[in-house]
């Protein structure tokens, strides 16, 4: 294949008018496609259905500790499943806090606890000038929360290994700077995983401001695809190591391994950070929905029973994984237009296409009945600099409809480079 930077004028042309014709056939198909979000499909949401007949009538209403889980109490869990997120954090369980359903409400309510509260100082709403930050690309939900209570978002540049740490360690010397969002294990988009050197790094941190905490949201921890995943290094042990133990708070859920909405959410931290965190929970909850969080401990008793059910997962999601890398293989590979990586597990592939182009991208696809992500996403305020990040959600749909989707977004993506070289 030519590199459409090396193709003279006519050659361009030519190209497009055939890239064109194909691009408004797709459009004639009046597809309906969905790549948002990075969503579970019904296929990976039915693995769970068992989970409803573990708890009622025949099986009880009563955890190993004999408490009745339809009553008051427990703020912060059951212990069955402190002990099965204790195998997932490697941390242990009396410094795990089990909530409800989501782990992006506890990020909020922690950054909320930080404004109003303090992280073990002043409350962060007393600073004039507060900033946090914002690995790029990034989650873009991550983002919004320290948006929304008017932290300034830097952008760190990630590479290979996970946030370039010269950056990060330079930034960290302004007091004003409260903290980083990191997904070290399958990123949101990119797919990477911390490097060992990357987390040492990160925990070896001396911030300027001693409220400044690492927001370690490990939401892939066991979203292998392959038998051989990615190892990620305790972050916890290593802050020890470092004589800085309250540097972190960790996050992860099952929203991805039982029911997106209904699963169940839990943070990890030091001592001093769950003290803290606890004190303030008792003012506003009782208690978070046992029934629930009874549900998961019966079905899964150890991470080996997560991990099975895991495998379960990646056998539908590797097919749909596949469909788009092999298309992008096919169409725009040599091209000199678009880089992607391989991730080997998580729920994203991150897509680089020419610089410039990634709105128009987005746009040609929704012309032709794909929704994707919104270009500039995964970028502090939606705004990428060079126009070229889309994230590619390929979870939902289904095999059939992802195959129809990579045809869409390699034409599209074709459809836009050249629509640029031919402009200049």
């Not at 695809?225 to 290593?238: A, F, K, Q, T, V």
């Not at 839990?266 to 009874?294: C, E, H, W, Y």
């Not at 880089?339 to 597990?345: E, N």
Request: hydrophobic share 40%.
């Amino acid at each position: 294949m030519s590199l459409y930077s090396e193709l003279t004028r006519e050659e361009l042309e030519k190209e497009f008018g055939a890239v064109k014709s194909e691009y408004e056939h797709l459009c004639s198909l009046h597809l309906s496609l969905d790549m948002s979000r990075g969503k579970p499909g019904f296929d990976n949401m039915d693995l769970s259905e068992k989970m409803f007949d573990l708890v009622g009538n025949d099986t009880g209403f009563k955890n190993i500790s004999g408490i009745d889980c339809r009553n008051y109490g427990g703020l912060d869990g059951l212990d069955e499943l402190k002990n099965l997120f204790s195998e997932i954090f490697g941390m242990p369980a009396d410094q795990i806090i089990v909530g409800g359903n989501s782990s992006l409400n506890m990020m909020f309510d922690t950054i909320a606890q930080g404004m109003t509260h303090g992280m073990g100082g002043e409350p962060w709403c007393k600073e004039e000038k507060r900033k946090f930050l914002c690995p790029v690309p990034g989650y873009d939900r991550h983002f919004a929360i320290t948006e929304h209570f008017g932290f300034e978002l830097i952008p760190v540049s990630t590479d290979e290994n996970g946030p370039v740490m010269d950056e990060v360690e330079q930034l960290v010397k302004d007091s004003s700077v409260k903290g980083i969002w990191c997904v070290p294990k399958y990123s949101n988009p990119e797919g990477i995983t911390y490097s060992d050197e990357v987390v040492k790094r990160m925990a070896r941190l001396k911030p300027a401001a001693a409220d400044f905490r690492i927001f370690w949201d490990n939401a892939y921890a066991v979203h292998d695809l392959y038998d051989e995943g990615d190892e990620l290094l305790n972050i916890y042990d290593e802050c020890v190591k470092a004589g800085n133990p309250d540097l972190v708070i960790m996050f992860t859920s099952t929203s991805k391994i039982t029911f997106p909405g209904a699963g169940v959410a839990a943070q990890a931290a030091s001592p001093n950070n769950v003290a803290m965190i606890k004190g303030r929970m008792k003012f506003q909850t009782i208690g978070p929905d046992k029934l629930n969080q009874l549900r998961h401990a019966r079905m899964f008793k150890n991470l080996a029973d997560v991990k099975a059910h895991m495998k379960r997962h990646a056998e539908i999601l590797r097919p749909k994984f596949d469909s788009v890398l092999n298309e992008m293989e096919s169409q725009l590979a040599g091209k000199g237009i678009a880089k992607w990586m391989k991730p080997k597990g998580g729920y994203f592939i991150n897509l680089d296409v020419l610089e410039g182009c990634a709105k128009r991208t987005v746009e040609l696809c929704a012309n032709a009945g794909m929704i994707l992500t919104p270009a500039g996403a995964p970028f502090p305020y939606g705004k990428d600099p060079k126009d070229t990040n889309i994230r590619i959600a390929p979870s939902y749909p289904s095999v059939k409809e992802i195959n129809e989707a990579a045809k869409v977004l390699c034409v599209a993506v074709k459809y836009a480079a050249l629509e640029k070289l031919l402009q200049k």
